[in-house]
């Protein structure tokens, strides 16, 4: 059985402190043997840095995963190449620095394949994420070449579109989780073909705040329709979302639960 944690969107400083903070002992207590998580809020809320993800993988994180904002940090577009446990989304257009698939060892035995997606709806035009994947998918099969389990991160806005993603990966992947919203949903479940599935992790960091932002900013954006000033992190004590999967010899999701530590939310535990 291979057990993974999905880290939802990492927010600002109180988000990378709750991963320092919870990641080393949910590897333990969850005798985990992967973890992934979302990476593209990290930076002061915008993107990601070399540094913030060395500090990420210190803290027992095995790859990171992106979104729509992980450009924000300019410098990432010379440096991404360098590192193979950061990716990109898939679909961002041919030639873009990055990749969106990761193939990495299992202490176990065994290789996880870690793919990177976007949606479309309400977000930018990028390539199609499901032919993408669905390409990605063929080149990496459960059970072929020693593929033992595969993740997938959906970074995207709209509930439809990622339970249709799910659907359309089903029997396919282990693993697919939706990133991008900030809330975590309470859907944890299997589909009818054995893929993990929650439409949401949610993220880790502050949820005294508005998706992990500094709240009256955010919310007299919202009253006086007026830019207002530049939207920064939250800085309470932050709450690690995360989704724990347990994987079996076929490949497929035996167990998909809701992982929330710390902060504001009622705690959760497998």
């Given at each position: 059985?291979?057990?993974?944690?999905?880290?939802?969107?990492?927010?600002?400083?109180?988000?990378?402190?709750?991963?320092?903070?919870?990641?080393?002992?949910?590897?333990?207590?969850?005798?985990?043997?992967?973890?992934?998580?979302?990476?593209?809020?990290?930076a002061g809320g915008f993107g990601?840095?070399?540094?913030?993800?060395?500090?990420?993988?210190?803290?027992?994180?095995?790859?990171?995963?992106?979104?729509?904002?992980?450009?924000?940090?300019?410098?990432?577009?010379?440096?991404?190449?360098?590192?193979?446990?950061?990716?990109?989304?898939?679909?961002?257009?041919?030639?873009?620095?990055?990749?969106?698939?990761?193939?990495?060892?299992?202490?176990?035995?065994?290789?996880?394949?870690?793919?990177?997606?976007?949606?479309?709806?309400?977000?930018?035009?990028?390539?199609?994420?499901?032919?993408?994947?669905?390409?990605?998918?063929?080149?990496?099969?459960?059970?072929a070449n020693g593929v033992a389990?595969?993740?997938?991160?959906?970074?995207?806005?709209?509930?439809?579109?990622?339970?249709?993603?799910?659907?359309?990966?089903?029997?396919?992947?282990?693993?697919?989780?939706?990133?991008?919203?900030?809330?975590?949903?309470?859907?944890?479940?299997?589909?009818?073909?054995?893929?993990?599935?929650?439409?949401?992790?949610?993220?880790?960091?502050?949820?005294?705040?508005?998706?992990?932002?500094?709240?009256?900013?955010?919310?007299?954006?919202?009253?006086?329709?007026?830019?207002?000033?530049?939207?920064?992190?939250?800085?309470?004590?932050?709450?690690?979302?995360?989704?724990y999967a347990e994987i079996a010899?076929?490949?497929?999701?035996?167990?998909?639960?809701?992982?929330?530590?710390?902060?504001?939310?009622?705690?959760?535990?497998?």
């Amino acid at each position: 059985m291979i057990r993974v944690l999905f880290l939802g969107d990492i927010v600002g400083r109180s988000g990378r402190e709750a991963a320092a903070r919870y990641v080393p002992t949910l590897r333990k207590q969850l005798d985990l043997d992967f973890v992934v998580a979302n990476g593209e809020n990290a930076a002061g809320g915008f993107g990601i840095t070399d540094k913030i993800a060395a500090e990420l993988y210190a803290t027992g994180v095995d790859c990171i995963t992106t979104g729509n904002h992980v450009w924000d940090q300019r410098e990432l577009m010379l440096t991404i190449d360098r590192d193979p446990k950061l990716l990109r989304p898939i679909n961002f257009p041919k030639n873009t620095p990055g990749k969106g698939v990761g193939v990495y060892r299992l202490p176990k035995g065994g290789q996880i394949v870690v793919m990177n997606a976007m949606a479309r709806l309400f977000m930018d035009p990028l390539d199609d994420p499901f032919a993408a994947v669905d390409a990605a998918l063929d080149k990496h099969k459960l059970g072929a070449n020693g593929v033992a389990a595969i993740l997938i991160d959906l970074h995207g806005e709209a509930s439809s579109e990622k339970y249709a993603f799910g659907h359309f990966c089903d029997g396919r992947a282990s693993l697919v989780v939706g990133s991008h919203s900030h809330v975590p949903t309470a859907d944890a479940q299997i589909l009818t073909g054995g893929t993990g599935y929650q439409t949401d992790a949610g993220m880790c960091g502050d949820y005294d705040s508005v998706i992990g932002m500094k709240k009256e900013p955010a919310t007299m954006r919202f009253v006086r329709k007026l830019p207002g000033e530049r939207l920064t992190p939250a800085e309470g004590e932050g709450t690690l979302c995360a989704i724990y999967a347990e994987i079996a010899d076929t490949g497929l999701a035996t167990r998909v639960a809701p992982v929330r530590q710390g902060g504001r939310l009622a705690p959760a535990l497998p």
